[in-house]
């Protein structure tokens, strides 16, 4: 029973201290806010509006009455480069960096947002600098994914590696795998233009030793051998693409043809196209089999395949083929009006984006290796998606 009524005696004790301590915090806070400007308190209340340009008119004066405000400074430098003033927020961060009493702490932060002004003014090489500075610290990291940015920019894939392999090596636990290896394959791209086959060949090599799993570098090694007359051995690396991933055929299914028509084996080619566009449908895969069953075959065959084509995937290039083989086999007015919606549909569709990122949602006429939008690698998957006509 005594245990109790301790117990009851200590309550109200511990809310009296409470009520103190929060006395003093509350005494202390006012303090504090009474010592700040009134355009500080303006400022804030600008941004809560979404008022950007008079928050900065008023932060701009809380900064020239107390210059020591370095947060403030980092505030502003921010919201004038995402208004695109990337020249005031050049000369804010600037400013900051030629404080000689500003803590390394804040000094490195500074000198990293400056890296992003630079970014974001187009000024590579100044960018490159302010993050290079960055070795160690808070931003050490965040500055090297800066400069492997710049790079992919400046297409400086040597470098970019470099930067890649530097990174995979700080954190192991994120993979570079992609990147490193479509670094590689960019570099053997450039090579190939140059005809430096031995080039090509340890860039291919370095490429799918980093990434067994990438596409790109037997297509650029079928590209090669195709280019030195080995037919035999472009055949035999693009084959390896449907085993290893086949729903990048359509990419491959060009130079596959190329290969069994140089040793005279187009039937065949048509035939191993043929089964796998059943497989897996795609409208780049469609293309090269609709026009090869047409030269190799005759018009029915290739009406007979555009009906089985769009009942097991329906698309609108799809449908243009379709009515295209319908026109070939019909007469007459007939054949006419198949021609004309033909090339109603083919004008409708012809600009539209068939390509979709899957990071980032970007459409795209074109297949790309590394997304125009955000910036990732291998984002796009090589099957068109229809995008129905805008209104």
Same mark, same amino acid.
């Given at each position: 029973m005594e245990f109790e009524v301790w117990w009851l005696l200590a309550i109200p004790v511990i809310f009296g201290c409470g009520w103190v301590a929060a006395r003093l915090d509350l005494r202390s806070l006012l303090s504090e806010s009474r010592n700040l400007p009134a355009s500080y308190f303006r400022g804030l209340n600008f941004l809560l509006n979404e008022q950007p340009d008079k928050a900065i008119d008023a932060f701009i004066e809380v900064a020239k009455l107390d210059p020591e405000t370095t947060e403030l400074h980092f505030a502003l430098g921010s919201l004038f480069r995402r208004r695109g003033e990337t020249e005031r927020a050049i000369r804010v961060h600037q400013n900051l960096l030629s404080r000689d009493d500003l803590p390394q702490a804040d000094h490195e932060h500074a000198l990293y947002e400056l890296g992003h002004d630079f970014l974001k003014a187009g000024l590579l090489d100044r960018a490159e600098e302010a993050f290079g500075r960055l070795h160690t610290g808070a931003y050490a990291k965040a500055?090297?994914?800066a400069k492997l940015t710049i790079y992919q920019i400046e297409k400086e894939w040597h470098k970019a590696l470099t930067e890649a392999e530097m990174l995979s090596d700080l954190d192991p636990a994120v993979s570079y795998r992609k990147e490193i290896a479509q670094f590689h394959c960019e570099l053997a791209q450039e090579a190939?233009?140059?005809?430096?086959?031995?080039?090509?060949?340890?860039?291919?090599?370095?490429?799918?030793?980093?990434?067994?799993?990438?596409?790109?570098?037997?297509?650029?090694?079928g590209d090669m051998l195709l280019a030195a007359g080995d037919a035999e051995g472009a055949l035999?690396?693009?084959?390896?693409?449907?085993?290893?991933?086949?729903?990048? @055929?359509?990419?491959?299914?060009?130079?596959?043809?190329?290969?069994?028509?140089?040793?005279?084996?187009?039937?065949?080619?048509?035939?191993?196209?043929?089964?796998?566009?059943?497989k897996n449908p795609s409208d780049d895969l469609?293309?090269?089999?609709?026009?090869?069953?047409?030269?190799?075959?005759?018009?029915?065959?290739a009406l007979k395949l555009m009906r089985d084509q769009m009942q097991r995937a329906p698309s609108a290039p799809g449908m243009v083929r379709l009515l295209e083989a319908h026109a070939a086999t019909a007469q007459g007015d007939t054949q006419t009006d198949l021609q @004309?919606?033909?090339?109603?549909?083919?004008?409708?569709?012809?600009? @539209?984006?068939?390509?979709?990122?899957?990071?980032?949602?970007f459409r795209a006429r074109?297949?790309?290796?590394?997304?125009?939008?955000?910036?990732?690698?291998?984002?796009?998957?090589?099957?068109?998606?229809?995008?129905?006509?805008?209104?």
């Open positions: 500055a090297q994914h190939l233009q140059r005809k430096d086959v031995d080039a090509v060949t340890q860039a291919l090599d370095a490429a799918l030793k980093v990434n067994p799993a990438n596409v790109r570098a037997p297509l650029l090694r035999r690396v693009l084959r390896t693409i449907e085993q290893q991933n086949p729903v990048y @055929l359509g990419l491959a299914a060009k130079r596959l043809m190329r290969a069994y028509e140089a040793l005279g084996r187009a039937p065949e080619g048509l035939a191993v196209l043929s089964d796998a566009l059943r469609l293309e090269i089999v609709y026009e090869k069953t047409v030269s190799l075959e005759g018009p029915e065959a @004309l919606m033909g090339r109603l549909i083919t004008q409708r569709t012809k600009s @539209l984006p068939r390509y979709v990122c899957d990071q980032c949602g074109l297949f790309y290796w590394q997304c125009p939008g955000c910036n990732g690698w291998e984002t796009y998957t090589p099957r068109r998606v229809d995008v129905p006509a805008a209104s």
